[in-house]
């Protein structure tokens, strides 16, 4: 058995818990992920916006995946969102017919990022949202959120986690309706504006 030298940092090798990103730049990022919506789908809505680190400076090399139910409320039970060809192992990416409800975009240098969805139905008691999930330099667990998009006021009132969120930080959750089915949602790592983010146990 092969001893290895602990007494010095100069003789330990990193683990990955000590070398934390970007990586995401790596392997992650998939050919058309910001392409949701089955291409034509009269249903299609575009969602963008910018993710800022705690003193307000764009990230230019953060990740962020939405998962949303079709325009029924329906939530996907399709594959096809990163396929392979079974033979060379090749990417395929979408069919273009079918919708997967995920997608996976990465910032551009100005921190900015956007996405074609459906717009999403009501599920169940909740108003109509998209679950979007956070990666990004200095964060060792991603984040999540919701992103909701604005409509009426009495159902936004009403969905169950929305109504719990103080209404001084619950826009942080709201899209603003930009027209031409164009909505921004900025996503605030930390400081003044800070998305409300969500823990899951």
Request: hydrophobic share 35%; charged share 25%.
């Amino acid at each position: 058995m092969t001893k290895i030298d602990t007494s010095g940092p100069e003789n330990v090798l990193p683990t990955p818990s000590h070398t934390v990103g970007p990586f995401y730049g790596y392997a992650l990022p998939f050919r058309g992920g910001e392409d949701i919506a089955p291409l034509g789908h009269p249903d299609t809505i575009t969602v963008h916006g910018y993710v800022y680190d705690g003193e307000g400076d764009p990230l230019p090399d953060a990740l962020i995946e939405l998962w949303g139910p079709d325009s029924e409320g329906n939530l996907p039970s399709v594959d096809g969102s990163m396929r392979r060809d079974p033979a060379s192992g090749g990417f395929l990416g979408r069919n273009g017919v079918e919708f997967t409800g995920f997608g996976r975009i990465q910032t551009d240098a100005d921190g900015h990022w956007y996405a074609r969805t459906l717009r999403p139905g009501a599920l169940g008691r909740n108003a109509p949202y998209v679950s979007v999930c956070v990666f990004a330099r200095g964060l060792l667990v991603h984040l999540f959120t919701r992103l909701y998009l604005p409509g009426d006021e009495a159902v936004l009132a009403a969905d169950p986690l929305l109504s719990r969120v103080d209404p001084e930080r619950r826009d942080t959750l709201i899209a603003a309706d930009e027209g031409n089915r164009t909505y921004r949602f900025d996503i605030r790592l930390q400081g003044e504006g800070e998305t409300v983010f969500l823990e899951f146990q």
